[in-house]
T-cell receptor, first 116, second 110 residues
Framework: EPEVTQTPSHQVTQMGQEVILRCVPI?????FYWYRQILGQKVEFLVS????????KSEIFDDQFSVERPDGSNFTLKIRSTKLEDSAMYFC??????????????FGPGTRLTVL | GQSLEQPSEVTAVEGAIVQINCTYQ??????LSWYQQHDGGAPTFLSY????GLEETGRFSSFLSRSDSYGYLLLQELQMKDSASYFC???????????FGKGTTLSVSS
């Protein structure tokens, strides 16, 4: 069964450092997303991406964040200068359809980011 | 904007039935989704209701009343493996992202 994969599973970094989180969405999906979940809290939307550009982004997704589809399979989230409050689980998701009544999203296993 | 309310915790015993309620406020409603999450792992899709009424998928059912901005997830014949967090979610106004509730932690005991 096709699945979304993410690497690394756990990333530890120093405050102020740049990190890149990587995702491989399901191959025939066209819509990609990043979410984050701070420990014990709800899943929060960061950004959606379609046709090589950002469709929508939340207030959390400020200038320190960027996304890229560098090739035909990978989808990355870059955090330019990490802060302590960026520590969270970051989930990548993909869906076959995007805007509209139902876009079932398939989530990857997540990358746990720890900022020290 | 969108907001969702659901209970923070529910406990039940094996074999029982439990209902997890969700009320929502949203501008531009497409439908109500339910996701399951075990121990902080990947949220997995359970069900989706776009129209009023009950949708049944095996032991799990989901209900929606659009006039009441209310839905619930019904879990029957509970098993220990059903212990997890359950999130209701709606799409944002543009329909391009999921907005999740805070989640309900279900604990099933023997």
């Amino acid at each position: 069964e096709p699945e979304v994969t993410q690497t690394p599973s756990h990333q530890v970094t120093q405050m102020g450092q740049e990190v890149i989180l990587r995702c491989v969405p399901i191959s025939n999906h066209l819509y990609f997303y990043w979410y984050r979940q701070i420990l014990g809290q709800k899943v929060e939307f960061l950004v959606s991406f379609y046709n090589n550009e950002i469709s929508e982004k939340s207030e959390i997704f400020d200038d320190q964040f960027s996304v890229e589809r560098p090739d035909g399979s990978n989808f990355t989230l870059k955090i330019r200068s990490t802060k302590l409050e960026d520590s969270a689980m970051y989930f990548c998701a993909s869906s076959e359809s995007g805007q509209g009544p139902h876009n079932e999203q398939f989530f990857g296993p997540g990358t746990r980011l720890t900022v020290l | 904007g969108q907001s969702l309310e659901q209970p923070s915790e529910v406990t039940a015993v094996e074999g029982a039935i439990v209902q997890i309620n969700c009320t929502y406020q949203t501008s531009g409603f497409y439908g109500l989704s339910w996701y399951q999450q075990h121990d902080g792992g990947a949220p997995t899709f359970l069900s989706y209701n776009a129209l009023d009424g009950l949708e049944e998928t095996g032991r799990f059912s989901s209900f929606l009343s659009r006039s009441d901005s209310y839905g619930y997830l019904l879990l029957q014949e509970l098993q220990m493996k059903d212990s997890a967090s359950y999130f209701c979610a709606v799409q944002n106004q543009a329909g391009t992202a999921l907005i999740f509730g805070k989640g309900t932690t279900l604990s099933v005991s023997s």
